[in-house]
């Protein structure tokens, strides 16, 4: 099974700041990843598939990296409804979910 | 509208059996694999498995085979997650999704289901 490692686990930031997000796989998983959002209460949401592919309705300032086991998300400057739980998911071998990074207001 | 609306909360014993549900409306659900995803509380996210209601291809992650078994019944657009014997760990939240064709990850939740097993 791949593992997926986020990190760091919680990132304190203020609104307008840039948020990077880590995510590494236990093996390559080529760019077969994807970004979610889930906020407290909800259901997640799909925000970046295949490593840099906005879905749709998802705003410009969020943007997806990287390829084969390291891959980023950014969110160029946080707006408050930013402030959330995020998760990495691949889909290159069956399909997994990274632990998650929360991004918390500093 | 297009969406995915789960049953309601649970709550039963040890031991007990249950089924959730989870009813696709707006798209054609034979079309698109359904998954089901596990969230214990205050944890992150669990991919349990997924079924193809067109044919019923069904595919489990090795954490989950054995302990749950997902169904699907295409006539009346819904897929199902069940337990045989319900343990005090299966509590969580429970959410159906449906898998994008276009890219193959879950572009389309249900709210969740809340399972609570407790003596």
């Known amino acids: 099974e791949i593992v997926l490692t986020q990190s760091p686990a919680t990132l304190s930031l203020s609104p307008g700041e840039r948020a990077t997000l880590s995510c590494r796989a236990s093996q390559s998983v080529s760019s077969y990843l994807a970004w979610f959002q889930q906020k407290p209460g909800q259901a997640p949401r799909l925000l970046i598939y295949d490593a840099s592919n906005r879905a749709t309705g998802i705003p410009a300032r969020f943007s997806g990296s990287g390829s084969g086991t390291d891959f980023t998300l950014s969110i160029s400057s946080l707006e408050p409804e930013d402030f959330a739980v995020y998760y990495c998911q691949q889909r290159s071998n069956s399909w997994t979910f990274g632990q998650g990074t929360k991004v918390e207001i500093k | ?119």
């Open chain 2, 1 to 119: 509208e297009v969406q995915l609306v789960q049953s309601g909360t649970e709550v039963k014993k040890p031991g007990e059996s249950l089924k959730i549900s989870c009813k696709g409306s707006g798209y054609s659900f034979t079309n698109y694999w359904i998954g089901w995803v596990r969230q214990m509380p205050g944890k992150g996210l669990e991919w349990m498995g997924i079924i193809y209601p067109g044919d019923s291809d069904t595919r489990y992650s090795p954490s989950f085979q054995g302990q749950v078994t997902i169904s699907a019944d295409k006539s009346i657009s819904t897929a199902y997650l069940q337990w045989s014997s319900l343990k005090a760990s299966d509590t969580a939240m429970y959410f159906c999704a449906r898998q994008a064709a276009v890219h193959w990850y879950f572009d389309l939740w249900g709210r969740g289901t809340l399972v609570t097993v407790s003596s």
